[in-house]
């Protein structure tokens, strides 16, 4: 017997002003200069790839790398005895898709002044039967990237202008650059004062514990610095989120904490003095618990508070976040892209709880949804696809997607409208997206 299928319902929206609130724009800018590794899946295919590359270099130059997703290798590693044989005139930084680990040579550790026996706060090096395999994880890692923190503005420019010419043929209105180094900071005021900016752009400073609080932030027409951005824990994927009970696929690791209660009480009350915004990073429940335990011993405060990301949130601490008076920023395309590796890294318990939607924004009056670009494309069709097609407790309505998506009020005056049509049955949304001058 034939059974018709449900009729499709469509749907279309006007939508004035679209902004992605989480991204990188120097990052994507920067990714035409590096090896796109996304479909790498196996350390031959790597190990491949790197020698290709080697033999292309010159002797000394750095290969770079991003997107390597070793999600795709199943339980198997990095063997840094084969990444040297296969490069060994190059140091080189092959970033994981997380964009807090990587896989490097001994060149680049001695090019680095890395110690594999030393121990760096919030980060380490990862091992696989007690045997180093190339990777570098979240603290670690911080230190390597820091031997490139200063990329000459000239650089730094053209990074930003390629980054702004994705993100408007993506339909958006501007975006919101976290962790933004002080030479960007400088650029970007650069390209504001000589009006080189052709989309508007929000930024949270990149702030650390050797770092000291800005005394004043930039507040222009099209670059505005909202506050810092500061990690209270890793990512999920390279096992530094920090959590409660340990990995599922690494039973003595509980990833890792950056930041104790008694430290982020201490840096809330400080910005709060200096009428300073903070995003804090959050992943893992134990580095939730660890912010909600310390932001409620704190005074009342005059500044805002954004939460980015908020993957793992168990019943009772949702409970108690419901309370507070914070901004919720979420990813919703992380589910899509983690739901095929999370339950090696959470197991099916935690992640029942885990890359929630609806139950987290249920009576908030703002919050906010970006991509994480360029770990995440940052594309609209893909924010909304990983909106609508959830579990029937998580999923959440096209106006309350958004909602999420609304650029800044004082940037809208900046947008181009647009049409964003859904067609939906029991299976599929399709979501199409045109100017609406078109």
């Given amino acids: 017997m034939r059974v018709k299928s449900k009729s499709l319902i469509e749907r279309s ?28 899946s196996s350390p031959e295919k790597l190990y491949l790839l790197l020698k290709k590359e080697a033999a292309r270099k010159g002797d000394g130059e750095w290969i770079f790398g991003y997107n390597l997703n070793m999600s795709l290798w199943g339980n198997r590693n990095s063997n840094i005895e084969i990444i040297d044989r296969v490069t060994p005139n190059n140091p080189l930084l092959i970033e994981r898709v997380d964009a807090h680990s990587a896989v490097i040579n001994s060149l680049t550790l001695k090019k680095v002044s890395l110690n594999l026996n030393e121990e760096i706060k919030g980060g380490f090096f990862e091992k696989a039967n007690e045997r180093y395999t190339g990777g570098v994880v979240d603290g670690t890692f911080e230190r390597i990237m820091s031997y490139f923190s200063d990329s000459p503005p000239h650089l730094i420019e053209k990074r930003i202008k390629k980054a702004q010419v994705i993100l408007k043929k993506n339909f958006l209105t501007g975006a919101t650059d976290m962790m933004v180094t002080e030479a960007e900071s400088q650029v970007y005021w650069q390209m504001e004062c000589n009006k080189k900016l052709i989309l508007p752009v929000v930024a949270f400073l990149k702030w650390s514990k050797d770092k000291n609080i800005p005394a004043n932030l930039f507040k222009g027409k099209m670059y505005i610095e909202e506050g810092i951005k500061v990690f209270i824990d890793g990512a999920l994927g390279s096992r530094g989120a920090s959590l409660k009970s340990s990995y599922s696929d690494d039973r003595e690791n509980y990833g890792v904490l950056l930041l104790d209660k008694k430290e982020i009480a201490d840096l809330i009350e400080e910005c709060n003095k200096k009428n300073i915004n903070i995003a804090f990073h959050i992943i893992g429940d134990r580095a939730l618990e660890n912010f909600i335990e310390g932001y409620e011993v704190c005074s009342p405060l005059n500044i805002k508070i954004r939460l980015e990301h908020l993957q793992v949130t168990p019943p009772p601490l949702l409970k108690r976040l419901r309370k507070l008076d914070l901004i919720l920023s979420l990813q919703p395309s992380h589910f899509l892209s983690d739901r095929k590796w999370a339950i090696k890294r959470l197991g099916k318990e935690r992640l029942e709880y885990s890359y929630l939607l609806k139950s987290l924004i249920k009576g908030k009056k703002t919050y906010l949804f970006g991509t994480d670009f360029p770990i995440e494309p940052p594309n609209i069709k893909r924010t909304l696809r990983a909106c609508l097609k959830r579990n029937k407790f998580e999923e959440i309505d096209i106006l309350e997607a958004l909602k999420g998506m609304k650029a800044p009020d ?13 067609t939906r049955n029991n299976n ?8 609406f001058d078109e």
């Fill in 428 to 435: 599929f949304s399709g979501i199409e997206i045109k100017y």
């Fill in 13 to 40: 929206f006007k939508v004035s002003s679209l902004w992605d609130h989480h991204g990188h724009i120097t990052m994507l800018g920067g990714q035409s200069e590096k090896i796109n590794c996304l479909k790498v």
């Fill in 410 to 422: 004082q940037f809208s005056k900046f947008s181009k409208p647009c049409i964003i049509s859904v």
